[in-house]
């Protein structure tokens, strides 16, 4: 899979809201009214993830979520894997 160039990288993101290209890697913090909306949020991603056998690096903090996407198959750069996973985590999020 081959890794994306920043200004592509930086072209994709103008369409998703609140995520930041950072060391390699795309990220975003979600916030939720309280930890059972952010569990929630996190097993409806974790099915998506399944789907696209694609998966989040992520970490939970009572109603917030963390989420980092690269591709560990490409040395943890940032491919149309990410990309996709971030899409189809905007959909959950919406
Ligand atoms: C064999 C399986 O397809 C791979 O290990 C997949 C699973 N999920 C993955 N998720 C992420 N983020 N990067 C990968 O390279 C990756 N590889």
Avoid at 8 to 16: A, F, K, N, Y
Avoid at 42 to 60: I, K, Q, Y
Wanted: glycine share 4%; proline share 2%.
């Amino acid at each position: 899979m081959d890794t994306l160039s920043k200004k592509q990288i930086e072209e994709e993101l103008e369409q998703l809201d609140g995520w930041s290209f950072e060391d390699d890697t795309i990220t975003k913090d979600f916030s939720f009214p309280d930890f059972k909306e952010a569990i929630s949020f996190m097993v409806r991603v974790g099915f998506e993830a399944e789907a696209l056998v694609h998966h989040p690096d992520w970490s939970n903090v009572y109603n917030s979520v963390s989420i980092t996407l690269s591709t560990h198959d490409a040395g943890g750069k940032v491919t149309e894997k990410d990309i996709k996973l971030a899409k189809a985590i905007e959909e959950v999020y919406q």
